[in-house]
């Protein structure tokens, strides 16, 4: 495994420093949140693949030839992203058991179906007034 692990339900913890490290490559993640969990067995959002990484070399080159700054991520510190790491487990195809979203109460469920019914209504109504008025249009 990438991890240096040899055991897959172990992955997460097992071993506790990644044996290889691949520096700036590009992942999946974060998710819709911008939250980043870095859990080794969510692979939505942990996986380099060749699809975000290719058109970085493009960018890395571009970045070498037209400027001569660092970018941001070569002055983090070691430990920063403890400070902000999410809690929790994130809500993708490895975790779909976080994915409890909040459901619409009662209430606003039928204020919902409320509104589009009298939306649609309106709609219809104007409509039919319309062809109305081209029908008398075309009978003049």
């Keep these: ?8 339900s172990t992955i997460d913890t097992s071993p506790a420093n990644e044996t ?3 520096y700036g490559g590009v992942i999946g ?10 859990i080794r067995s969510d692979w939505p959002e942990t996986e380099v693949a ?10 890395a080159a571009m970045h070498v030839m037209n400027d ?7 002055s983090l510190r070691v430990g920063a992203y403890e400070t902000v790491r999410p ?19 009662k ?3 039928i204020a919902m179906g409320v509104t589009i019914t009298v939306v649609g209504l309106i709609i219809a109504g104007l409509l039919m007034w319309y062809f109305h008025e081209l029908e008398a249009a075309k009978a003049a």
């Design 68 to 74: 001569t700054t660092d970018p941001f991520f070569t």
């Design 50 to 59: 060749l699809d975000y990484n290719a058109p970085m070399l493009t960018l």
């Design 29 to 38: 993640g974060p998710n819709k949140h911008d939250q980043y969990y870095d």
């Design 1 to 8: 495994m990438a991890s240096g692990g040899n055991d897959i």
């Design 107 to 109: 209430g606003a469920k």
């Design 87 to 105: 809690k929790g487990q994130p809500c993708d195809a490895a975790f779909p058991a976080a994915c409890a979203e909040p459901e619409l109460s």
């Design 20 to 22: 290889y490290i691949l």
